[in-house]
């Protein structure tokens, strides 16, 4: 069996209104200056998105995150055979610009 690297793709695992929800609970400057949150730079100084860090107990949606942790388990059973427990505890959100990947940018407006 191919691991695929241990990667699991959960296509519609959000719906557009829970999209929009997140966007405009997370997209503030308080969210991405505080202690939990920053600017991530590309290599030439531009700025590549925003982020906050979120805990995994506060996040709206953690029932789906924990049904598609639940599909992970299934599809990679391996990773429960580890030496010791894992758990994820922290999810991250990032801002991008409207059109905008790692490697390209088209607009001036903030999306995910």
């Not at 991405?32 to 982020?51: A, T, V």
Request: glycine fraction near 4%.
């Amino acid at each position: 069996m191919i691991n695929e690297n241990f990667v699991l793709t959960v296509d519609n695992i959000f719906t557009k209104e829970d999209c929009e929800k997140l966007i405009n609970l997370y997209n503030n400057n308080d969210n991405f200056e505080s202690k939990h949150g920053g600017i991530h730079k590309n290599p030439d100084g531009s700025i590549g998105y925003h982020f906050v860090d979120i805990d995994i107990n506060l996040f709206l949606y953690s029932h789906k995150i924990n049904n598609a942790l639940d599909l992970y388990r299934k599809k990679y059973p391996e990773v429960d055979m580890t030496s010791s427990i894992w758990s994820l505890t922290t999810l991250r959100f990032k801002l991008f610009k409207k059109g905008k990947t790692q490697s390209y940018k088209i607009k001036n407006r903030w999306n995910f």
